[in-house]
């Protein structure tokens, strides 16, 4: 009985705070999980670096406001660019050259490339964790009814739904976006139609670490402790969410990602005996979905060739 | 006539090896001794990882939560009792487990027993992924081993970890470890299994037409690799005298994959020679991580990470430039080395003509 204590005795006024932080968690994990689910529908393979390339936007955003003391608005756009050309150099040296070479090497590759990243950042900035700039637009207290919300859990919902909307425009009604879909569909195929694989894929990360950019910043303000392990369980958990929407499918993933982010706040909130397993709920979720559907909610069912 | 030759030359080699052990551990500084175990038990868990990944063809990234499973039952049961209260100082030991004490070797079959069982218990479900999927759910169960064992204060614990572990820094006793792992291993690959395993590694859907139970072989590779990683993480955990959930986060099992690539997935003796140039390396890359001050001007690029950024990026370099590390899928036997030895420049020849 004990055990749903915190089930019984949920008022209505903190059930909203929870929906709220379990919402605007959701939506960055679904901006985050975009980009494992687009770099997953063309190149097959778990981009590992994703989760630190937010890492590094992080200490980008840091620099920019805290060091040179830039305007926070310029800082992000800068912010947004230099994770976006970051991305597609690690496609560039990490993942090009093994186009051709088994799964496993790629794997093996991605998993580098991400603790090479980590270590990177733990040797260039120390793993001394840093505090993220404070903006007080975002990180002012807002006040409704018997509820406080931080301006940013307001703000991150609608950034994440006006990303998602440019990027649907992107991938179904531009010729890069075409070219994308082409290039998931059948890799060879796409090639010899004329498609240039390596730009498309450059543009995939592009896309991919921008959002993820958007998503980082969003992340610091909202949980503003940077350290070089940061992107480790954002990265992991966002790629589940990729999993459980449906892999390669970009809807899917903001679904997964709204699911997984309400999921961890709503168990936290009810059994609060529970939040030592915060970590462990995702996992659980992926091997449910794995288990049952594997193709995700909105994937769809494909047959093994042989 | 082959067999037993061979047969008769391991059996001195081991004899040698052990007795280098003896004498390394009576001979060697404790520092040096440190470096020499720690070859020794990344040699058991890069093994171990190599049945699974190298072998069976399943990339499992799990190898840091069995061995905590292993390092934490070393690390419960070994404690002496009258130092429990002690080490238990924040939530009292649970009385289920309170008096009971192990020798080590009791401890360690019983850590690497406990990580069988786990990775029976994982592998129902997650074994029937493959590739990536496989890897992440494997990473993801070696987190949630640990996140379970944070949380399981009563037994584990939790975030304080566990002090006052008797020390293990012998050589002696760690090599005859690791000896039978890979004495068990090569027989393992060497059996009807071993070809098994290897078939599903090539094509499963083969392997499967031929009569090979898949999931009964994966599961099998899987609880293998796991008894020999929580037997490993035990004398890990011996070797360190302390264990906490810190040790094995999931970027442990790093090392080992690095172990296995470069000594090459799917040769033991690849992982041996993988294992001993990784560990020895990063103990030699820690002159990295220590100012370096050369004609009198301080080089700014070393300190504190360095080491690891160069370990990172060995594992890269290794895996885009030398994909098939050091063995590939090829072992050093002693036919070969009786060749080497007769004609060391003709026996590279001939390999390359074969090739």
């Given at each position: 009985m004990e055990f749903f204590q915190g089930f019984l005795n949920m008022s209505g006024a903190s059930f909203a705070q929870h929906m709220v932080n379990g919402v605007s968690l959701g939506s960055l994990y679904a901006l985050i999980a975009i980009g494992y689910t687009m770099v997953y529908g063309i190149l097959?393979?778990?981009?590992?670096?994703h989760g630190d390339i937010v890492m590094m936007a992080c200490y980008f955003a840091y620099f920019g406001i805290?060091?040179?003391?830039?305007p926070w608005y310029f800082t992000f756009i800068g912010v947004i660019v230099a994770t976006a050309l970051l991305g597609a150099i690690i496609e560039r040296m990490a993942y090009r050259p093994l186009r051709d070479a088994p799964k496993n090497s790629v794997l093996i590759s991605a998993i580098g490339a991400s603790f090479l990243l980590e270590n990177l950042a733990n040797y260039l900035f120390s793993g001394r964790p840093m505090s993220f700039p404070d903006i007080p637009l975002f990180s002012q207290n807002i006040a409704i009814g018997s509820i406080k919300i931080q301006a940013i859990s307001m703000v991150i919902p609608v950034v994440t739904i006006i990303s998602l909307l440019v990027l649907l425009h992107i991938v179904n009604h531009t010729k890069t976006g075409m070219a994308m879909r082409a290039v998931s569909k059948d890799y060879e195929i796409a090639r010899v139609m004329g498609i240039n694989i390596d730009n498309v894929i450059s543009m995939t990360f592009i896309i991919g670490s921008a959002l993820a950019a958007i998503g980082a910043i969003m992340w610091g303000i909202r949980y503003p402790g940077i350290t070089p392990y940061l992107g480790v369980m954002p990265g992991l958990k966002c790629f589940i969410a990729a999993v459980i929407g449906g892999i390669g499918n970009i809807k899917g993933a903001v679904l997964g990602g709204f699911i997984l982010g309400l999921g961890e706040i709503l168990i936290v909130a009810f059994f609060p005996d529970l939040s030592g397993y915060r970590d462990a709920f995702a996992f659980i979720v992926l091997i449910i979905i794995l288990f049952y559907?594997?193709?995700?909610?909105l994937g769809e069912r494909t047959t093994e060739k042989v | 006539m082959k067999n037993k030759r061979d047969l008769i030359l391991s059996a001195i080699l081991l004899i040698v090896l052990f007795g280098a052990s003896w004498f390394a551990n009576s001979e060697l500084d404790s520092y040096i001794r440190r470096i020499v175990n720690l070859c020794l038990i990344y040699a058991i868990i890069g093994l171990s990882m190599n049945v699974t990944n190298?072998?069976?063809?399943q990339f499992s990234l799990g190898q840091a939560g069995f061995m905590a499973i292993g390092a934490y039952t070393v690390g419960i049961f070994t404690v002496p009792v009258e130092l429990r209260a002690n080490v238990f100082y924040a939530v009292p030991m649970n009385?289920?487990?309170?008096?009971i004490q192990m020798p080590v070797w009791l401890a360690l079959i019983v850590g690497g027993l406990l990580a069988a069982l786990v990775a029976f218990l994982i592998g129902?479900?997650?074994?029937r992924l493959r590739g990536d999927y496989l890897a992440i759910a494997t990473l993801g169960f070696s987190e949630i081993i640990r996140i379970c064992i944070t949380n399981a204060s009563s037994f584990t614990n939790g975030a304080l970890g566990i002090k006052d572990i008797p020390p293990l820094n012998d050589v002696r006793y760690i090599f005859v470890v690791t000896a039978i792992t890979f004495v068990f291993i090569a027989a393992l690959i060497n059996s009807s299994y071993g070809r098994a395993f290897k078939a599903i590694r090539e094509d499963e859907i083969a392997a499967e037409a031929m009569g090979i139970n898949l999931y009964k072989h994966k599961c099998l590779a899987f609880m293998i690799s796991a008894f020999f990683a929580g037997i490993g993480g035990g004398l890990y955990g011996t070797l360190l005298g302390t264990v906490d959930p810190?040790?094995?986060?999931?970027?442990?099992?790093y090392n080992f994959l690095l172990i296995i690539v470069l000594g090459g997935m799917g040769s033991i003796t690849g992982s041996m020679l993988g294992a001993i140039i990784v560990t020895a390396g990063l103990e030699y890359l820690r002159i990295f991580d220590e100012p370096l001050k050369l004609f009198g001007t301080?080089?700014?690029?070393?300190?504190?990470g360095f080491r690891m950024v160069m370990f990172s990026a060995l594992l890269m370099a290794c895996v885009l430039?030398?994909?098939?590390?050091?063995m590939g899928t090829r072992e050093i036997t002693w036919s070969k080395l009786i060749a080497f030895c007769k004609n060391p420049i003709g026996f590279f020849k001939r390999k390359g003509a074969a090739q």
């Open positions: 097959l393979m778990i981009n590992f670096a805290t060091i040179f003391h830039v559907r594997p193709t995700g909610i | 190298g072998f069976a063809g009385p289920f487990i309170a008096d129902t479900p997650v074994l810190k040790n094995f986060l999931f970027t442990l099992t301080m080089i700014p690029l070393f300190r504190p430039f030398w994909r098939h590390g050091i």
